[in-house]
């Protein structure tokens, strides 16, 4: 039953007098109906004078002492680590701030592109750009392969692109 697991925690403090005046009528109410918690808190009762056998070791005389102490370093802990320039690793690790950085670089890449893109062929059909070693010549990047013998790309793509004039 939900209400005897509600008395059941409260028998300890029933039994030691620190119940207020309404709590310890609720618990007194519920022990006069179910059987179950009786036998518990007969049970409890015997217990009790085992408790008053048991030896309770002293408290050391620095334990307060020793609890500020580890107190005040862990504030000076949180203290520095605040102070010290490191909340931006702290910022940085929240799963929106790398996402919003991924979605920026993928903008500012995205508009960087576009822009060259359309600043490449500024002027005219895009066909015609190319650039040339003089006016009737066009340059092509092969070129640099000039002492490559016959049969090799350069000589491929040469022979392609003189015939597809």
């Not at 009790?48 to 862990?74: C, H, K, Q, W, Y």
């Not at 092509?140 to 491929?156: R, T, V």
Request: hydrophobic share 40%; glycine share 8%.
């Amino acid at each position: 039953m939900l209400s005897c697991v509600k008395n059941r925690k409260r028998l300890g403090a029933y039994l030691d007098g620190e119940l207020s005046g309404g709590e310890k009528a609720s618990v007194e109410r519920h022990l006069q109906r179910c059987e179950s918690c009786r036998s518990v808190l007969s049970d409890l009762k015997k217990l009790e004078p085992l408790l008053f056998t048991v030896e309770v070791p002293s408290v050391p005389d620095n334990l307060i002492s020793r609890i500020r102490a580890v107190a005040r370093g862990r504030q000076k802990q949180r203290i520095g680590a605040s102070t010290s320039g490191w909340w931006w690793r702290a910022w940085a690790a929240q799963p929106w701030a790398t996402k919003n950085a991924t979605v920026a670089a993928l903008i500012l890449g995205l508009a960087m592109g576009t822009y060259m893109g359309l600043t490449s062929y500024r002027d005219g059909d895009p066909a015609q750009q190319r650039p040339t070693a003089s006016k009737n010549e066009p340059l092509y990047a092969l070129d640099a392969l000039s002492a490559a013998p016959e049969g090799s790309i350069e000589a491929a793509t040469l022979a392609l692109l003189e015939n597809g004039r």
